[in-house]
């Protein structure tokens, strides 16, 4: 039973700019609208961090990390919180998560999508010769 489902992240250069999205199919509206709701991030060998929550009040926090490239927002008819990021650097690399949270009851998760922020590399080519 998905409680919190995220989409979304996937590769993209320094830089770029990505768009999550996460629904909460299995939440009606009054939960969703008083519940806290947000982002964690948790890049390989770092501790899982805050990225940017909306409270049932209405307050956004953000990252010192993320302020001014990334909007949280969300959709309280749809029961969807977004996460708009842009001017993306390679810190960013991660699984992001998005949470819910309302007061008395059990935070809920999602199974998280990855970001990845790389230039790439092209290597030196190789020579493929197809001959009678």
């Known amino acids: 039973q998905v409680q919190v489902a995220e989409s979304g992240g996937g590769s993209v250069q320094p830089g770029g700019s990505l768009r999550l999205s996460c629904k909460n199919p299995?939440?009606?509206?009054?939960?969703?609208?008083?519940?806290?709701v947000g982002w964690y991030r948790q890049a390989p060998g770092n501790e899982r961090e805050l990225v940017a929550n909306?409270?049932?009040?209405?307050?956004?926090n953000y990252a010192d990390s993320v302020k001014g490239r990334f909007t949280i927002s969300k959709d309280n008819g749809k029961k969807m919180v977004f996460l708009q990021m842009h001017n993306l650097n390679p810190e960013a690399t991660a699984v992001y998560y998005c949470?819910?949270?309302?007061?008395?009851?059990?935070?809920?998760?999602?199974?998280?999508?990855?970001?990845?922020?790389?230039?790439?590399?092209w290597g030196q080519g190789t020579q493929v010769t197809v001959s009678s």
């Open positions: 949470t819910r949270k309302q007061p008395g009851a059990p935070q809920y998760w999602g199974q998280r999508t990855r970001v990845t922020v790389s230039s790439g590399s």
């Open positions: 909306i409270t049932s009040s209405g307050i956004i």
């Open positions: 299995r939440t009606i509206f009054s939960v969703f609208t008083s519940s806290d």
